[in-house]
């Protein structure tokens, strides 16, 4: 019971950074980008993409496997978070478009015309020219950065506090925020909601003012993934490291005698339902400008099914096994609905496999829940075949080379 | 003396069946209090509402000095103000070691902010190692507690509930399930316990209700049948009646 610092306390979270970091740096390395060419740029959007993905399956381990809420609607949070980046990036690429076909005009135009003349443009496909409200600070990056952050935190807030106040739990729960991403998403595809119904936002992955090509832009945004996923890798095995992990873990298994000790379970479970619906907003800010385009289809209650998909299957309750698991079970997913796997004629049938892959995902979640409930994660347990040291219940193996592993089979 | 819990005229109705009729019940600061009654009359349910699991009809559940009323209070808020519980079933955190149970029984502010910058101090870090001392878990510190015995569970919960260090304890059949030795380990802590605050155990076995030689409270369809020492009641022909000698 000696103090030790968080680091040796946890050794898995070093390892898992120094997978992080040299994953991203081989990675930069061998990229169009730096001049390598060995990995493509589409190829390196979707390895950044797939860092967004595993830093929200952090957020879903650590309010599903640790506290025990299964949320299936923190994708809607990851959508917001796009939502509220890809409005400053579309105004703002707008804007450059508008204001240098216009600045050769005789008449030099008023900041008003440029705006109209954006207005036109942006929302001309929903017949509207009109700035809607939502747009009101769509020309500051200051503020829609804290949009990112501030309304998936709100949205969260109010939500968390009507449910768990009024102590919904277990499987009501979990259709409540299903039907919390639907409306969001239903409501998102009006086109007077102001965010162009089903079009959504796109071109989201020019940057404003920037030079660069998309070669480089990819870095940058593979970079910003990574350090994103490392702190909030970090921030999670910190959270779940000390009492307040005694606390949630306490909350998953048995509520009732949290509340009996004293603890305000109703005010815990609403931290982690904030914090995580922050970290996701932070993760769909990141993933929308390296995909391009954002519509309400993201936020439809399948993606968040999906998430609790790739927890399970990566093993819940430890948080490199969400990262292995959502890392593992999107490659492979990219890779089976790209359209590059031959299908397979049997004759009497062929197999095809864009649509085959959600039968074989949906029957790996089934056995992985019923045979192997430690998912991925457990495997390498099992491997390292290591009894479990005498420390306190968090820390797990201290192997992270899976991730690299899943990686690299692509 | 002046009382620390009293509850009065407290009645209690699930669908239609009474469980707790008018059921009055005081206890004093140090105290200990054994609870007996057939299955069914009522026992866990008036822990429940001291606790604040189950709202009472009507009646009236005040606290402290101060007589606060516990009915509008939610089950953290109870247990902030120095009510402990045991539950009949050994419930501890079996997913995690016996010291972070004890840790997180300790009685330190319970806000999530506080709980999250919380560092381990020497001082808790001592106390709950005499905690597991008295217990008889010292060895088991590093343990995961779901792999302790049945008797250890309970001791670990009892543990809990001092590391709470509560002004009540409520003990719900401390001694189920343990053997000879176990029981008289479960005794001695709880008269211990009942030397500085007030302790209510609910238990069947009348032999571990003799060694507790403590005042008896009868329960029989959710109201107080006898009340006084173990001799008187068990004399009580209407205690032998629906309890002792079914
Ligand atoms: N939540 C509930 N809903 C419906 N009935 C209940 C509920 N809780 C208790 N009861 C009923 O109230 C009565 C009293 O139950 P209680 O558990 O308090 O008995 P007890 O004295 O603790 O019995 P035992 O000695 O078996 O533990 C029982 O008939 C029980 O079925
Ligand atoms: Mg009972």
Redesign the pocket.
């Known amino acids: 019971m000696r103090r030790e610092s968080f680091f040796a306390r946890n050794p898995s979270v070093v390892v898992f950074l120094l997978c992080l970091a040299a994953f991203t740096l081989v990675v930069s390395v061998m990229s169009e980008g730096a001049g390598a060419g060995l990995i493509s740029t589409s190829f390196i959007k979707t390895l950044g993409k797939t860092l967004c993905l595993c830093l929200v399956a952090v957020a879903m381990d650590l309010v599903w496997g640790y506290t025990g809420i299964l949320s299936l609607g923190h994708f809607a949070f990851f959508g917001l978070g796009g939502y509220m980046v890809g409005m400053w990036l579309m105004y703002q690429r707008t804007h450059d478009i508008v204001a240098a076909s216009m600045a050769n005009a005789t008449i030099p135009p008023t900041e008003q015309e440029i705006v109209d003349a954006i207005g036109t443009q942006i929302f001309g496909v929903v017949g509207s020219s009109e700035f809607p409200p939502v747009w009101a600070f769509a020309d500051s990056l200051v503020i829609q950065l804290a949009l990112v952050v501030l309304i998936p935190g709100l949205l969260a807030l109010v939500f968390g506090w009507l449910a768990f106040r009024s102590r919904v739990t277990g499987v009501y729960l979990s259709i409540l925020t299903q039907a919390m991403t639907l409306a969001l998403s239903l409501y998102l595809f009006q086109n007077d909601s102001g965010l162009r119904g089903n079009n959504g936002l796109s071109g989201l992955q020019n940057l404003p003012g920037v030079e660069a090509s998309q070669a480089v832009v990819s870095i940058w945004f593979l970079w910003a993934s990574a350090l994103a996923l490392g702190l909030g890798y970090l921030l999670a095995a910190w959270v779940v490291s000390g009492k307040f992990g005694s606390v949630i873990r306490g909350i998953r298994d048995d509520e009732a005698r949290v509340r009996f000790l004293g603890y305000s379970v109703e005010g815990y479970k609403l931290f982690i339902f904030v914090l995580t619906a922050v970290i996701a907003g932070i993760a769909g800010a990141l993933y929308y400008p390296q995909a391009g385009i954002i519509n309400p289809a993201e936020v439809a209650p399948i993606a968040s099914i999906y998430l609790a998909v790739w927890v399970a299957i990566g093993g819940r309750g430890r948080l490199y096994g969400a990262v292995i698991g959502a890392a593992f079970v999107s490659l492979v997913s990219t890779w089976f609905t790209g359209g590059q796997v031959p299908s397979v004629n049997l004759g009497f049938y062929r197999i095809d496999w864009v649509e085959w892959w959600q039968v074989i995902l949906g029957l790996s979640f089934v056995l992985v829940t019923l045979f192997a409930p430690k998912g991925i994660g457990g495997l390498f347990d099992l491997l390292a075949g290591r009894i479990v040291p005498n420390r306190h219940g968090a820390d797990y193996g201290p192997d992270k080379g899976s991730f690299q592993e899943a990686e690299g089979r692509e | 003396m002046t009382m620390l819990l009293e509850v009065s005229g407290v009645s ?1 109705t ?2 239609g ?1 009474r ?2 009729n008018n059921l009055s019940f005081n206890i004093g600061k140090a105290e200990m209090r054994a609870i007996i ?12 509402i001291v606790t604040g699991k ?1 709202r009472p009809d009507e009646g009236k559940v005040l606290w402290g000095d101060k007589s606060i009323s516990l009915i509008r209070m939610s089950e953290a808020q109870i247990a902030r103000a120095g009510v402990g519980r045991k539950f ?1 079933r050994p419930t501890v955190f079996e997913d995690q070691n016996v010291f972070d149970n004890l840790l997180l029984a300790l009685k330190k502010n319970r806000s999530p902010f506080s709980v999250l910058t919380y560092k381990k101090s020497g001082e808790d870090v001592t106390k709950v190692e005499a905690l597991a001392t008295e217990i008889g878990l010292r060895d088991q510190l590093g343990r995961k507690s779901g792999e302790l015995s049945h008797g250890q569970k309970q001791w670990l919960e009892i543990g809990m509930l001092l590391a709470q260090d509560p002004q009540l304890l409520l003990v ?2 401390p001694a189920a399930g343990m053997t000879h030795e176990e029981r008289e380990h479960t005794t001695s802590l709880l008269v211990e316990a009942a030397k500085t605050r007030a302790v209510v155990v ?1 238990e ?1 076995d009348m032999e571990f209700v003799r060694r507790l030689n403590c005042k008896v409270t009868v ?1 029989h369809e ?1 109201s107080v049948l006898a009340e006084g020492s173990l001799d008187h009641v068990t004399a009580n022909q209407q205690v032998i009646d629906v309890y002792l000698g079914r």
Request: aromatic share 12%.
């Open positions: 209690v699930f669908d069946f469980a707790i009654g057939p299955n069914g009359a009522g026992k866990t349910t008036f822990m429940d189950t009949q719900d059949e609910v069947h329960l959710g």
